[in-house]
């Protein structure tokens, strides 16, 4: 083997390296492993729980019917307002979940759609906030209260980085219905918030040690799991310390497609880290591509997922192209433009002019004498008319011979 040739089996984006834990790292390891699939145990006995279920897909005859369109777009408004207020991840994640839980429990007419997904909002920004206050009050570890949030949040397992001070404000109602241009009052917002507690038996909401088991929070603890198999495999450098900011917003993308409501929480999360990990073993070895497969695997594994993994990767695969390839946007809310009367005013300046010009009749006009001007183009155009006649005849008399 030549020395080039050697070296370029040896690069490190051509195989992992390599590294033998010291044996003090080991039981740390192991006792961290044990933890993180003690939660992952946790959060699977709660994943019935919190899973909703799928809209039809068109409407029926009498048109009373959410369908899965709908939902789609009231998952999108959402998300646009975590954005705004620049909210933790968890925050869409469970209002999405109480949107499809409420939907597969009750049946709710579509005027009342943009009700339920503001009220949602505001209710899983009200359950985060009292888990968080409930977390840092007892000392717990496993939650920790970060300012500002920012999207590095989504880096820790339960959404919040440590060394922090302060908890964030819950949007006010009217805030909320005049910047998602709902159709209802914030006494309305609240009055649906009500019914979200009673129907879906939250009688003290984020109260409780529980905290919402969602995609995302399998997608933290699956990705947790796989770093700590890769140190413990000798390859510490397979993945990156802490989870990419990139893959919760993805996983946010793949929550507001009603597909992916057709499988598990834990599924959707572990599609979306096995098509990353496809896309890092791309120019990677065989031993590299092998390895994230088996921590795939043992993942699988540990989750007791059957088929409906395998066929879940392909839409998952689906949608994550089809958001890359920066496409349309299918669901794209009409806003509607509150203005005052002065603000009116001032972009209408031209409102006060009047026409000039005389009203043209529209009887009578027959009778008036056409007058034709004496410029160049009306002599140019009687001129082209003449030789258009005079060629005609022409025409004629050849064709008579």
């Known amino acids: ?43 699977l006995q709660l994943e019935v729980k919190y899973r909703g279920g799928e809209q039809p897909t068109y409407p029926t005859p009498d048109a009373g019917t959410i369908t899965s369109g709908m939902r789609d777009g009231s998952a999108h408004v959402l998300r646009c307002l975590k954005v705004w207020y620049d909210l933790p991840s968890d925050i869409f994640f469970n209002a999405v979940s109480i949107i499809d839980r409420f939907l597969a429990k009750m049946k709710a007419q579509p005027k009342h759609l943009s009700c339920i997904a503001v009220s949602a909002f505001h209710l899983a920004c009200s359950e985060h906030k009292h888990l968080v206050e409930e977390r840092a009050k007892s000392g717990g570890n496993q939650i920790q209260v970060q300012e500002p949030i920012t999207p590095s949040s989504n880096n820790n397992i339960n959404g919040c980085a440590p060394n922090g001070s302060s908890i964030f404000n ?36 984020g109260a409780g040690p529980e ?27 397979l993945l990156p310390e802490t989870l990419p900011d990139y893959l919760p917003y993805q996983l946010e993308i793949l929550t507001c497609d009603s597909v992916t409501l057709r499988y598990r929480p834990a599924e959707i999360a572990l599609s979306l880290l096995a098509a990353d990990f496809r896309h890092r073993s791309a120019a990677h070895s065989l031993e590299y591509k092998q390895l994230m497969l088996e921590i795939v695997k043992e993942c699988q594994k540990a989750c007791n997922m059957n088929e409906s993994f395998l066929n879940c990767l392909a839409p998952v695969a689906v949608l ?33 002019l009047r026409g000039t010009l005389p009203t043209i009749k529209e009887q009578g006009s027959s009778n008036l004498p056409r007058m034709r001007s004496n410029s160049e183009c009306s002599d140019q155009s009687m001129e082209s008319l003449s030789e258009s006649d005079s060629e005609r005849d022409i025409m004629e008399e050849v064709g008579a011979y």
């Open 211 to 237: 905290e919402p088991v969602t995609a995302l929070k399998f997608l933290r603890l699956l990705y947790a799991v796989s770093k700590s198999a890769s140190v413990r495999l000798g390859f510490p450098d």
């Open 320 to 352: 994550l192209k089809k958001y890359n390839g920066e496409g349309t946007v299918q669901h794209r809310q009409r806003l509607v433009w509150k203005l005052s009367n002065r603000t009116m005013k001032h972009l209408r300046p031209t409102e006060k």
């Open 1 to 43: 083997m030549s020395p080039k040739a050697k070296e370029n089996r040896d690069h490190p984006q051509n195989s992992p390296k390599k590294m033998k834990p010291s044996p003090a790292q080991e039981p740390e390891e192991s006792m961290s492993m044990e933890s993180l699939l003690v939660q992952l145990q946790e959060a």
């Open 170 to 205: 819950i949007p006010e109602p009217s805030d909320l219905v005049n910047i998602s241009q709902s159709r209802c009052s914030p006494t309305d917002l609240l009055r649906m918030q009500d019914i979200l507690v009673k129907k879906l038996q939250i009688s003290n909401p």
